[in-house]
């Protein structure tokens, strides 16, 4: 086999794994709470801790990986993966899975913070649209099989299933990944790392994410976090202009085409995950419809991601990224325009279409959007900009569902609304209306930020401008 298909089917089976753990244990937490008799903090932690851990280390793994090799480090995630879902699943008490889940976060952000890098290593320039395109498929079927099969698992096999079907796989991975990768890319091990950097970032963004995804978001104690973990920020930014080998390289944001993309990204991520939460609200709670049929209804959108997502890869490799990413966008703040008009008597059909809509514009964004990142940085330094990209994704997908209740707050209160989620019901046909008008107000505002996303993801510039910047500061850099 070519390796470029061996790489990236390697990484495929990587990213599908992280991206699986994501989703499959947010269904089974009632059972999982339940039968290791564990407070909601400690279900909390067993869902949000495993992203949190992945957000905050990817920058930080990924500038790692430039200076002592990506396969080595994505090998050693396979190894921490395996071994952290096989703990997982013999977890006696709540407390011991989340410590568990934790150290899997470790192995999925190993996982996630070198798979695209590997993979651009691996395919040339004209063909890596297909390559990041059928890897991120892998990533949208995990995350439809997460919230689908894990029911089906523990009906059949109990909640410790969700955790030991990765061990085999995780196995086989780890073996085929020693035998099959090889370092293509040419290691930094002369520079230093910058321990300096890494604290300030990890420690702020930390800060910051448990802020805005535990408690009340508008409390004084969060806001005071929040600025707490905002205000390192800056001195971070003095701290690696400073230093020789920084753990963020900035100079990367001199780039248009990974600034622009990157801005895009983080910004259609804020506004597009938080969807399926939201509608999954609309179904449930306006329209009164059951969890199953309510699950049921968001699979279309999934699986027009899912078959778009190689399609317009391949595209981008013709085409060029920065129309398709566009028109991406502009057909997802349609959509939420549309949403926005939902009601209790909208028709099956306008819902459905609705979804597919919205699962097109997506599917039109995101591969295109990944190549024109990873195409346009020097060879040298794709560990570190792919971590610096993947960490803004799942930044922005921890971020989503809780931005999308502060939104919804401005015509709800934030503990009314907090009971009104929580109870599954609503009681009276004013509260129908203030909760419909709460959803409609919130899909508005995610409609602009898709608007606004569009203006980063015209200016990204021409393929062959991003090209050229890549093989000139490749250039540099040797």
């Known amino acids: ?53 992945m ?28 071994v952290g879902s096989l703990i997982c699943s013999f977890s006696a008490s709540g407390e011991q899975l989340v410590l568990f889940r934790l150290f899997q976060g470790v192995g999925g952000a190993l996982l996630i913070a070198n798979s695209a890098a590997i993979i651009t290593d691996a395919f040339p320039r004209n063909q890596l649209g297909t390559g990041l395109g059928i890897n991120m498929m892998a990533v949208n079927i995990a995350s439809a099989l997460g919230y689908t099969v894990s029911g089906v698992m523990i009906q059949l096999f109990g909640w410790r299933s969700l955790f030991l079907i990765n061990v085999p796989v995780g196995i086989f991975g780890t073996v085929w990944a020693y035998k099959r990768l090889k370092e293509i890319s040419r290691r930094k091990t002369e520079e230093k790392f910058d321990f300096t950097g890494a604290s300030l ?19 004084m ?19 690696e202009r400073r230093v020789k080998f920084p753990t963020i390289d900035l100079t ?14 983080f910004l259609n991520t804020l506004a597009f995950n938080c969807v399926p939460f939201l509608i999954s609200l609309y179904l449930q709670l306006v329209l009164g419809y059951d969890p199953v049929l309510a699950g049921l209804l968001l699979i279309p959108m999934s699986l027009v991601v899912l078959v778009m997502s190689p399609i317009t890869g391949m595209l981008s490799d013709r085409l060029g990224s920065r129309g398709i990413s566009s028109a991406g966008l502009a057909v997802n703040a349609v959509s939420l325009a549309w949403f926005s008009a939902l009601n209790i008597n909208s028709t099956y059909y306008s819902i459905i279409i609705s979804l597919v809509l919205f699962g097109i514009g997506r599917g039109l964004f995101s ?24 960490a803004l994704v799942q930044t922005g997908n921890v971020l989503s569902i809780p931005l999308a209740m502060i939104f919804m707050s401005t015509v709800i209160s934030y ?33 602009i930020i898709m608007v606004v996303a569009l203006i980063p993801s015209l200016l990204r510039g021409k393929r062959t401008e991003q ?8 250039r540099k850099t040797h």
Do not use: H
């Open 415 to 447: 503990d009314k609304l907090s009971t009104l989620v929580s109870s599954s019901q609503l009681t009276s046909s004013g509260e129908l209306l203030i909760f419909q008008a709460a959803l409609s107000r919130t899909f508005l505002i995610l409609s």
């Open 55 to 82: 957000t905050i280390l990817l920058v930080v793994l990924g500038r790692i990986a430039d200076m002592y090799g990506r396969v080595r480090l994505y090998n050693i995630g396979f190894v921490i993966f395996t």
């Open 252 to 265: 990367l944001f001199k780039i248009r085409a990974f600034a622009a993309g990157n801005v895009t990204s």
């Open 201 to 219: 970032y990890c420690t702020g963004l930390a800060i910051v994410l448990y802020s805005l995804t535990f408690g009340n978001l508008l409390s």
């Open 1 to 53: 086999m070519e390796y470029k298909w061996v790489a990236l089917t390697v990484t495929t089976v990587g990213t599908f794994m992280s991206g699986l753990n994501n989703s499959i244990v947010t269904i089974g937490l009632p059972t999982v709470l339940q039968d290791l008799n564990t407070t909601m903090v400690n279900g909390v932690w067993i869902i949000t801790g495993y992203r949190l851990m």
């Open 221 to 239: 104690q969060n806001l005071l976090l929040l600025t707490a973990g905002l205000s390192l920020f800056p001195i971070l930014i003095l701290v």
């Open 367 to 390: 591969s295109p959007n990944v190549s024109a990142i990873m195409g346009s940085v020097p060879a040298s330094r794709r560990g570190v900009a792919n971590g610096v990209r993947s």
């Open 467 to 474: 090209e050229s910047t890549a093989e000139q500061t490749d």
